[in-house]
């Protein structure tokens, strides 16, 4: 799992690298290698598959995953329940319990997965309209190819999944 996900991080910085290249600034040019696996699981969320993510589609998915997750229905998800949303999608791992627990009390409610702003969006919605539209969507194509083909590749075989994204 941890050369996996080493695999996966390195795929994205390599990512970001190709897309700089050809002259004219990277939307990556300052991100981090957390930003960069939200920029690349983008094209999971579009819910409504017509090649655009809204902020709306980006709640209802953390919206789902998280209600999936609230095992006792509590309306909050305790470190053990988390570890459920990151069992659905493995970008909650960078992503952790820690840093969607905004007033620190050990508990994410509902409103803290939702309202913690996506990198995905702040790196590539540069008309800020709350759409990653499918011009803006380009970019993470090129990360995609990167990680099939890593995916695809002998290191593939360890075990299932193998992106970001359900």
Request: proline share 4%; aromatic share 8%; glycine share 12%.
């Amino acid at each position: 799992m941890l050369k996996r996900g080493l695999s996966c991080f390195l795929i994205v910085c390599s990512a970001a690298g190709v897309v700089g290249c050809g002259g004219g600034s990277s939307p990556f040019g300052n991100a981090s290698s957390n930003e960069l696996l939200f920029v690349s699981a983008a094209a999971t969320w579009d819910l409504d598959k017509n090649s655009s993510v809204t902020c709306d589609e980006w709640q209802t998915y953390t919206t789902q995953l998280f209600t999936e997750a609230d095992g006792n229905g509590d309306g909050a998800l305790s470190v053990d329940e988390f570890k459920r949303v990151i069992r659905s999608d493995r970008l909650f791992q960078s992503a952790s319990h820690e840093y969607y627990d905004v007033n620190g009390d050990g508990k994410v409610m509902l409103a803290e997965m939702t309202g913690k702003p996506n990198p995905a969006f702040q790196i590539l919605d540069k008309n800020k309209d709350c759409q990653i539209g499918p011009n803006e969507m380009v970019h993470t194509r090129q990360i995609q190819k990167l990680k099939k083909a890593a995916d695809s590749g002998p290191s593939a075989a360890g075990g299932p999944g193998g992106g970001m994204g359900r």
